[in-house]
């Protein structure tokens, strides 16, 4: 869905919309007459992405742009700040708007709880909630992070992260997460925060 809503933001807006797998980036890119005005990647692929896109080019992700979109941006930009404190023991929840049927290597489940514990060092909890169900006793975690929430509507997304503020509780989302931890967080927000 947040590719779609892109997609149909620039067709409305009588851009041009090129669409590629990461593994033909690099071909596409040196197709084009002149750089793009953008570069919107799934943030799964943010790192391999980086390394293609020339540092001219503004980059950011699906997940990003949802974080702006649902209005949570400055609250996912400032949650992620938390991971540098985060201590043996911590409790982190990872939660899903939808419920999808999860795979081997699914990026809620496996890649970011891997990603992170390779990152902070620490031997980190985390916990997991998906679809309508949301914790209330959202104290007992020391970080959320959330999918960008394109199954959810901007209310809910915003009690989500309102709720977390209220409780004092750092709250971001994939993409800023996986941004931050493959330390291109400046770059891929920079097109965005400008534009705001």
Same mark, same amino acid.
């Given at each position: 869905m947040p590719q779609?809503?892109?997609?149909?933001?620039? @067709?409305?807006?009588g851009g041009i919309a090129v669409v590629t797998r990461e593994t033909e980036l690099k071909e596409t890119l040196e197709s084009l007459k002149e750089n793009p005005a953008l570069v919107i990647t799934d943030s799964q692929v943010f790192e391999v992405v980086n390394k293609i896109v020339d540092?001219? @080019?503004?980059? &950011? /992700?699906? /997940? @990003?742009?949802?974080?702006?979109?649902?209005?949570f941006l400055d609250t996912?930009?400032? =949650? @992620?700040? !938390?991971?540098? !404190?985060?201590k043996d023991g911590a409790k982190i929840l990872i939660s899903e708007g939808c419920t999808h049927h999860r795979q081997c290597d699914d990026i809620g489940t496996v890649k970011l709880p891997k990603w992170i514990k390779e990152y902070t060092k620490e031997n980190l909890n985390f916990e997991w909630s998906s679809g309508t169900g949301f914790p209330k006793d959202i104290e007992k975690y020391d970080l959320i992070i959330h999918c960008g929430g394109c199954m959810l509507n901007q209310k809910e997304m915003e009690y989500r992260s309102n709720f977390a503020k209220e409780k004092n509780i750092p709250f &971001?989302?994939? =993409?800023? &997460?996986?941004a931050y931890l493959k330390g291109i967080l400046d770059r891929s927000i920079e097109p965005i925060i400008s534009k705001k």
């Open positions: 779609q809503l892109a997609i149909r933001d620039i @067709i409305d807006a540092k001219e @080019i503004p980059l &950011t /992700s699906f /997940s @990003i742009l949802m974080a702006r979109y649902k209005g996912a930009i400032d =949650g @992620i700040r !938390k991971l540098e !404190k985060l &971001t989302n994939y =993409g800023i &997460t996986i």
